[in-house]
């Protein structure tokens, strides 16, 4: 007897990511209630299915959604507001000046949606935030219809948003009690960083962490003028202040991780830590170049994260698979570093293993979330096509993205997305640019 199911999809590859190194031809994705019910061959499953919506997807290469690590979503309202300039100048001269003047609960609302939108039209199903009124990102990323892990940030100095670190935590898990049941949300302990956290705050951020089972996601040597501050005033570098702390541990999420010693390496392998490896932001903010494929040999697992469009400037995980895989093979000097599926995985469950995810996403396998993303192989440019996975790393672009779809919804389908209106964001985007910067607006 035929099992009836909400959605079966066809592909010419599918790419589960799990096990590795496995390109599946010509079978098909069963989903039903949200979930993958199986994957089999196409001639397989229309015998034992009886699918309520059926895609045939004849030129595409079917994988899981992208995840990106590490973003600052609302700040996709400025974009390109401060460019070609060092971290600390564009932080403290411009991006924080800004931000104390215009961030709000609407902002931040607004900016999510319109991050949102362009992750999803770029295959992103998942996205992991740290930013000012989580509340408003998390409610955002609901509407949007996209799997959000949002960051209770904090800060030892005050803001707009909280008066001192205590409120910043309070309000955050304030946060998180309002949206617990939310399907699509998830949440992180995210203290900023080491130069803008103190000891005291960097404790009551692991204990929280503790408590509530939570990742913790904070920014770790992204610099070299970080860690020598560092040394001069706590007399040891970010990594290992963190380490004396405790927070060293298979929660916590380092992002960037561009200047580190080979036992600094060392130091996160044995404590089973991750990190969200972000190669465009840290060649244009001129940060350097992350060891990763020392990181990777060491056992680290590594994720890709996009950063804020503020400082990328573009929120597209293809552009940084193809750039990760590029960069370590020309630091190292080996062309076999870093493949494609390596890119691929990073991307995918690399990140959902980082959250405390990959029970729920970042692989196709049944019983898992039904996350995926379809890239269309029909354009001149991705003709012809020896290696599909080859080609997502090094040729395919969002722009390929055809359809995506998240907890089993259809969020893009034939390239459009589906329940959000571009034009309102456009416009949302230009009302914002108006108020920031007010001038002319086209």
Not at 110 to 118: I, K, N, P, Y
Not at 213 to 230: C, K, L, R, Y
Not at 233 to 259: E, F, K, M, N, T
């Amino acid at each position: 007897m035929l099992m009836n199911i909400d959605l079966l999809i066809d592909a010419r590859w599918i790419v589960p990511v799990e096990p590795v190194g496995v390109v599946l031809e010509n079978h098909a994705v069963a989903i039903d209630a949200g979930k993958i019910v199986a994957l089999m061959p196409r001639a397989a499953a229309a015998e034992a299915f009886t699918p309520r919506v059926h895609r045939r997807l004849d030129r595409h290469v079917l994988i899981p959604g992208l995840i990106n690590l590490h973003t600052h979503a609302a700040m996709s309202l400025l974009r390109g507001l401060a460019d070609d300039l060092p971290l600390r100048e564009w932080l403290e001269n411009h991006i924080w000046p800004a931000e104390g003047r215009h961030v709000s609960a609407q902002f931040v609302y607004d900016g999510t949606r319109l991050a949102a939108a362009e992750m999803l039209r770029g295959g992103i199903t998942c996205f992991n935030d740290m930013y000012f009124y989580p509340k408003a990102a998390a409610d955002a990323a609901v509407a949007a219809g996209i799997r959000a892990a949002i960051g209770i940030v904090s800060f030892d100095f005050p803001t707009p948003y909280a008066a001192d670190p205590d409120d910043y935590l309070l309000k955050g898990l304030a946060a998180r009690d309002a949206l617990r049941d939310e399907p699509l949300i998830s949440f992180c302990l995210a203290p900023h960083a080491p130069y803008t956290v103190g000891d005291r705050n960097f404790a009551r951020v692991l204990t929280l962490a503790e408590q509530i089972d939570a990742p913790i996601h904070v920014h770790i040597h992204e610099t070299a003028h970080e860690i020598e501050e560092s040394i001069k005033v706590h007399g040891v570098r970010p990594l290992a202040r963190l380490h004396r702390l405790g927070l060293l541990s298979p929660g916590l999420i380092g992002v960037h991780a561009v200047h580190l010693t080979g036992d600094e390496i060392a130091l996160l392998a044995a404590h089973g830590c991750s990190l969200a490896h972000c190669p465009t932001s840290n060649l244009k903010l001129a940060s350097g170049i992350a060891p990763v494929s020392e990181l990777l040999h060491a056992g680290v697992n590594v994720g890709l994260g996009t950063d804020g469009a503020a400082s990328n400037n573009r929120l597209d995980l293809f552009q940084e698979m193809r750039l990760a895989a590029l960069l370590a093979k020309g630091v190292s000097g080996r062309a076999d570093v870093l493949g494609a599926h390596q890119a691929l995985h990073m991307a995918t469950l690399g990140g959902a293993r980082a959250l405390g995810l990959d029970a729920k996403t970042g692989s196709l396998l049944p019983g898992k979330a039904a996350d995926l993303c379809a890239v269309a192989f029909d354009d001149l440019a991705l003709s012809p096509c020896f290696d599909p996975v080859s080609h997502l790393v090094y040729v395919a672009g969002r722009e390929h993205v055809s359809d995506v779809w998240v907890d089993g919804q259809a969020r893009v389908e034939q390239r459009l997305l589906l329940g959000i209106d571009e034009s309102e964001l456009i416009k949302l985007a230009a009302l914002w640019q108006n108020k920031i910067c007010p001038r002319d607006v086209t």
